[in-house]
Structures are given as structure tokens and as C-alpha cells.
């Protein structure tokens, strides 16, 4: 296996073995640059940690190699882009990340099934992966990989914490979220934005799974997770979708966190 800092002038530093890699990278980050994280077996559960700031990222990749860009503003590249991040995330000349294969009693765990914090826009054989037919002005801080970063900070709208999946007013936005895999799920949470008056909320909204079936899920104005006892065995993803508004003068509902309990 191995972790890889790929800049313009090609690898920069890189940490090679069989298990549990450590990289100290001890240089500032430029625009262009990216981690490559290469693996031996796919498809295969990892732990990999982008950056010390950040959690670690239990992700099923179908994969062997997944490239991972520096997060740049792309109107001003000289700029690191921490809007949606913590501000201390990828800043600086000393950089930890970290990769593993997952422990068999990991694989086994009930836990969030929807959480990755290094999810990308793209899909790159990196999962759980969400995408959407919508995210507001294609900003960083209303994107739909917001939804699965495991930050559940609802209160307000900017910055981060609160980095939420923005809809831009449209009636038939819809936000999909796949696991890779097959799994199974007893539990749907779904954590809303809650800074009101400035915030609306969604009264109703229908998830669909692949196999077909789906259901009509109710709300209401709360900053509380809601939760839906919901089991589906063998699923590969859900969507989100019918998002039916509130009668409320706010034009702005929000989807903070997805939540997907399972094995």
C-alpha cells in the first residue's frame, strides 16, 4: 500500500508498506496538489485519515488507486478552501495522514453506515458517496458531500460548522447517497437546519431505495435529529427526494446530516 503527496512537480513524498501507514508531510500545500492513496485489495474497507484536523474516514473502496485534491478556492487558488472545513484542516507545513486496512470486528460494528468525511463531488470508487441534482450557487459550504462529515452543528448557516446541502430554491432537488455495497439499515436519521427565522423546513419528503420500494417520511420545524425506524435488508443506495416545504415566509430549507444506521 501507500499514501503519496503528487504536486506539480510530481511526488513529492511518499510512505510505502503492507499496513497501518503514517505520513508526516512537512511542506505547505500548493494549489494543484493531491494525496494518492493506493491499495492492494479491492474491493476492501480502509480507514484513512486525510489530515489531523479531521476524523478518520471508514470507506469500502472499489478502487486500487483514490486521488485526493487539496481542497483550493478555485476563484483564488492561492487561498485554501476551508469553508466547509475545520479551519485548521490542510493549513500549514506539517500534515499528518494516515492509512489502514479496516480490523474484521470493524467490519462488523453497527454504526453509521452513510459516514464519510473524505467524500468527494466526483465518484471516485470511494464509498459511502452522496451526490444531488442541486447544490446552492455550487458553493463548498452547500455541497451535498456536507451531508456525511459526521459535523451535526445545525444552529446558524455559515461557516463551518455549519455547512449544510443547499437546494437553490428548487422544487425537485434530490440528493442520493450509495453505500458500494449491500447493507443493512434499521434506522434513518435525518438532522435539518435550524437557523430560524432565517431557515424553512420540510413538512414531508419521500426516500426511495434500489430495491424499489419507498416511504413518506414527516417532519417537522425542530433543530432535533429526526428519526425514522426504517429496515431495508441488501440496499446499495437510497435518494432523498419530493422535498415539500413548509408554509413558512423563509425560502431556505437545509439538509445538515444523513444518517444510516446498519451493518
Known sequence: MQIAVITAQGTAC????????????QAQYQPGDKLRFTVDQVPAFYVIRVD?????????????????????????????????????????QLHYITLRRARPEETKNYRNLAKNVMDQHDDVGCYPHVHANVETR?????????????????????????????IGQR???????????????????????????????????????????????HMEKSAAPHVFPIRRQGITWLKLGQ???ADDPSPFPALTQIEVYGR
Open 52 to 92: 489531523g484536523a479531521m476524523d478518520e474516514a471508514y470507506v469500502y473502496l472499489t478502487q486500487d488507486t483514490v486521488d485526493y485534491p487539496i481542497p483550493f478556492d478555485p476563484e483564488n487558488p492561492m487561498n485554501l478552501t476551508r469553508i466547509s472545513y475545520s479551519p485548521g484542516s490542510f493549513i500549514g
Open 243 to 245: 422535498l415539500i416545504r
Open 171 to 217: 422544487e425537485d432537488a434530490e440528493l442520493t447517497l450509495e453505500f458500494g455495497r449491500p447493507v443493512d439499515m434499521d434506522e434513518l436519521r435525518l438532522i435539518t437546519r435550524a437557523d430560524f427565522p432565517h431557515d424553512s423546513w420540510w413538512e414531508r419528503a419521500t426516500v426511495t431505495f434500489s430495491d424499489g420500494t419507498s416511504e413518506v417520511l
Open 138 to 166: 455550487g458553493e463548498s459550504l452547500f455541497a451535498a458531500r456536507n451531508t456525511i462529515d459526521g459535523v451535526l452543528a445545525n444552529a446558524c448557516h455559515y461557516p463551518w460548522p455549519f455547512q449544510s446541502w443547499g
Open 14 to 25: 511518499q510512505v510505502l508498506g503492507s499496513d497501518d501507514l503514517t505520513m508526516g508531510y
